[in-house]
Structure formats: C-alpha cells, structure tokens
C-alpha cells in the first residue's frame, strides 16, 4: 500500500523559513512527478510546484520555495523561505504515476505577520 507522509508543519513568523518532507512507503512503479499544493481555508488546494524530469513552481512561490527529492530515502522536500502570511494552509505532498494520483494527508503552515 502506497503512503504519503507528510513532516509536521507549524507556526513561524512572516519572512521564516520551514521545511516540509514527504516520505513516500510502498511499491510504486512509473513515478511520473512529486509535488506539493495546499488549500487554505474556503480556498481551493492550489498547486505549489513539482518535480519531474524539471521543477515547476507557482508564479505565487516562485523564488522563495524550492522543490528537492532524494530518491534513496524516498523523500521530497519542501523549503519554504521568505513566509508570507498568505502562505498559511495545509500542505499536501502530491505524487503522480502513470496509472495513479497519490496524495498525504496534510500539514498545516501558518505564517504569522
């Protein structure tokens, strides 16, 4: 069985950085991309970025988050520089496969100003 897990998130003031991993358990096959949305509250998730054969970022993180996967551990990484309070959501590790969508369960960030 295929698990998302997602590090702990927490509180940190505006202009803080955080850094979320994912840890990805199970046997999987055809990976075709990693990634990270969140979803704020009475907002819809909203993708952050991914990493495939390249990285892709929001328009809204770009320059202050950087997406990095370790293959060994079966991790992917989330550093978050430069926090703004509309950053604050829960966090959601995303992985693709060819037949598949996976997803964790959530970490809330919340960036007080």
């Known amino acids: 069985q295929v698990q998302l897990v997602e590090s702990e998130g927490g509180l940190v003031q505006a202009g803080g950085s955080l850094r979320l991993s994912c840890l990805v358990s199970?046997?999987?096959?055809?990976?075709?991309?990693m990634g990270w949305y969140r979803q704020a509250p009475g907002e819809q998730r909203e993708f952050v970025t991914h990493i495939s054969s390249s990285t892709t970022y929001a328009d809204s993180v770009k320059g202050r988050f950087t997406i990095s996967r370790d293959n060994a551990k079966n991790t992917v990484y989330l550093q978050m520089n430069s926090l703004k309070p509309e950053d604050s959501a829960v966090y959601y590790c995303?992985?693709?496969?060819?037949?598949?969508?996976?997803w964790g369960r959530g970490t809330q960030v919340t960036v007080s100003s």
């Open positions: 199970g046997s999987i096959s055809s990976i075709t991309a």
């Open positions: 995303n992985l693709r496969t060819l037949e598949r969508v996976y």
